[in-house]
């Protein structure tokens, strides 16, 4: 008779098994697509004055809620693979020249220049000078589609490869990248100025792009000259802090850093 009243109780206890694994997927699933997440406008922090009237004014997303995509739309790592897999599909692909440029101590930087596909809105040559991400360059799928977009609306694209990054250009000094050398980007800048004295500037950075573009315009006034405006997309404001935020755990931080240091010891191995 207990031997039957054992037999009997298993099923329950599976059930209980099966219901707490069905528990801790949903848990994980949940936190992964952060799904918990509330909806919010962005949050602006700028100082009143007229330019920042005219932006607010000329772009009314910024005060709007930001509602994402179903599911996954939550979720930065889903939306990092979605795109990054979605951008080799679809990513346009604009044309462009690639210049060199001899520094002084022998390196050779390069950088691609894509000309206007229509006339600008107010009739002005306007180049956007870009400096992309770390270890990125001008034939990354999200640069190609912001240069796509750019000379669609009459604007002339002028886009930094950092030195060592692209894999079929040759080192010529013991160098490469770094987190705040400017050189190749001043370079850069000084072929668009004296190629077309007309043109006025746009100064766009990405991540370490941003960090090199606001260090360059801050360096010398000279710099600033010919300037428009500077738009840093998703800087980095303290490499030490990044490093510490960068070696945790949570939201797969530490995951990112171990993608990140394969990348780079990939180019420096490269160039061996």
């Known amino acids: 008779m207990s031997a039957i009243l054992e037999t009997s109780e298993l099923p329950a206890v599976f059930d209980g098994v099966k219901l707490a694994a069905v528990a801790a997927v949903l848990y994980v699933i949940v936190r ?55 951008g080799r599909v679809r990513s346009p692909h604009p044309y462009g020249l690639r210049k060199y440029l001899t520094m002084p101590d022998g390196a050779t930087a390069t950088f691609d220049l894509f000309e ?16 992309p991400g770390i270890a990125n360059h001008s034939e990354k799928q999200y640069i190609r589609t912001f240069v796509d977009y750019a000379q669609k609306n009459g604007y002339r694209c002028a886009v930094l490869n950092h030195l060592g990054a692209l894999p079929n250009i040759e080192l010529t000094s013991p160098r490469m990248f770094t987190y705040g050398c ?63 935020t960068f070696m945790q755990w949570d939201h797969c931080r530490r995951f990112y850093n171990f993608l990140m240091a394969d990348n780079m010891k990939k180019i420096i191995l490269s160039h061996r």
């Open 32 to 86: 992964c697509l952060n799904l918990k997440s509330p909806t919010a406008p962005p949050e602006l922090i700028y100082q009143d004055s007229a330019l920042a009237r005219f932006l607010l004014k000329s772009c009314p997303l910024l005060t709007k809620e930001y509602i994402p995509p179903l599911i996954w739309g939550k979720s930065g790592h889903i939306q990092t693979a979605l795109y990054g897999k979605m």
């Open 116 to 131: 206007p596909r229509s006339e600008h809105c107010i009739g002005e040559d306007v180049t956007m000078v870009i400096c």
């Open 182 to 244: 400017t050189w190749e980007f001043g370079a850069m800048v000084n072929y668009i100025k004296k190629t077309y004295p007309q043109t006025q500037l746009v100064v766009v950075g990405f991540s370490l792009g941003g960090n090199i573009v606001c260090k360059y315009l801050g360096e010398s006034q000279a710099n600033q000259e010919r300037v428009l405006c500077c738009v840093s997309v998703c800087q980095g404001y303290s490499a030490l802090r990044a490093q510490e």
